[in-house]
Structure formats: C-alpha cells, structure tokens
C-alpha cells in the first residue's frame, strides 16, 4: 500500500532571518526547504523530495491563523493526501491536504479546507510546487501559507512516481508527518 510520509526539521520553525523584524518576504526566509516527502510502500522508501511545511508565508492576506504566525502549519500526525485535485490557479498537478490539524488545532478536511464557525471555508491546504507565473519560474524560496512546497521538477518526479504506482485522481494516500 502506498503511503507517505512527511519528516520536518524542528529548524524549519526558525525562518526569520532577523528575528526583530516582522513576518515578510524579506525576512521569513531562513531554513527553507529543510523538510522531507517520501513516497514509500508497504516495504521500501520509494522517492524523497525536499519541502517547505512551516507556514513561513503567515503575513498580509494569509495572516489567518488563530493564535500565532505559523499557526496554519500542518501539526504533527497523521494526513490524507487526496491526489489530483482541480489546480484551481495553481501550476501543475497538486494535491490536497485533508483529515488533519493545523497546529492552531483547527481541523483541516472539506476541499482540503477549514470551515469557520459562521459556515465559511477558510484556506486550502495543498501540495504543490512554488512556481511563480510572473517569474514564469520558481521562486528563490518555498512559501507556505500551510502548504507542503516542493520545486516545479520535484512535484513532476512526485507525480510522474504516483502515476506509475497507478494513483488516481480524488484517490485517499494515507500520511505521517513527523517532527525530529
């Protein structure tokens, strides 16, 4: 059975280059990319890609979490990713982040989506890559409003792997995120 399994650095929580300063592009850049996605079976790691977890974009129009910046980061345990989801005005082929907590402790499921309290959905925790279609390249960093971000070529080799293995779109892959 397929699986995945997702290793964040504790560093990855360090992103600020000065620590004095408030959250922006210029400054919540420090430590990115440390965090690992492994595609795996039954018996074997498979494929292992390098990724940004922590919420380090948690500023301007996605400052939405509830009690601290990066209180959007996926938390610790377990995850479904729900392969293939509409792209919606993201690049490439993404998935979506569901049945899981962001650390703030609010549940994460509908659409890859939180509802608030009055009803509405709120964010959209997915896994894609950080390309920009203004540089029409990826960006210099990963940044992850709650995201798992992985280079444009990392998410092809990503997809291209659960392709072989046969995974369909809206297909439930069950995951571990794990903090060391």
């Not at 293939?84 to 650390?103: A, L």
């Not at 989506?113 to 390249?137: E, P, V």
């Not at 092809?156 to 392709?163: A, G, H, P, T, Y």
Request: hydrophobic share 35%; aromatic share 12%; charged share 25%.
């Amino acid at each position: 059975m397929i699986n995945i399994r997702v290793m964040r650095k504790k560093q990855s929580y360090d992103f600020k280059a000065d620590p004095r300063k408030p959250d922006s592009f210029e400054n919540n850049w420090k430590n990115n990319s440390l965090d690992r996605i492994i595609i795996r079976d039954d018996h074997a790691n498979l494929a292992c890609f390098r990724c940004q977890t922590v919420a380090n974009y948690c500023f301007g129009a996605m400052a939405t979490a509830s009690t601290f910046p990066w209180g959007d980061t996926t938390a610790p345990g377990s995850f479904t990713l729900k392969a293939f989801v509409p792209p919606r005005s993201f690049h490439g082929e993404i998935h979506g982040i569901c049945q899981t907590r962001d650390i703030d402790g609010e549940w994460i499921d509908r659409e890859s989506m939180q509802i608030t309290k009055g009803g509405f959905q709120n964010g959209r925790w997915l896994l894609h890559d950080r390309f920009s279609s203004s540089l029409n390249a990826d960006t210099n960093y990963a940044w992850s409003a709650g995201c798992f971000i992985l280079s444009s070529a990392d998410l092809i080799s990503f997809n291209d792997l659960l392709k072989q293995l046969n995974v369909k779109p809206g297909e439930l892959i069950p995951g571990l995120l794990e903090e060391d």
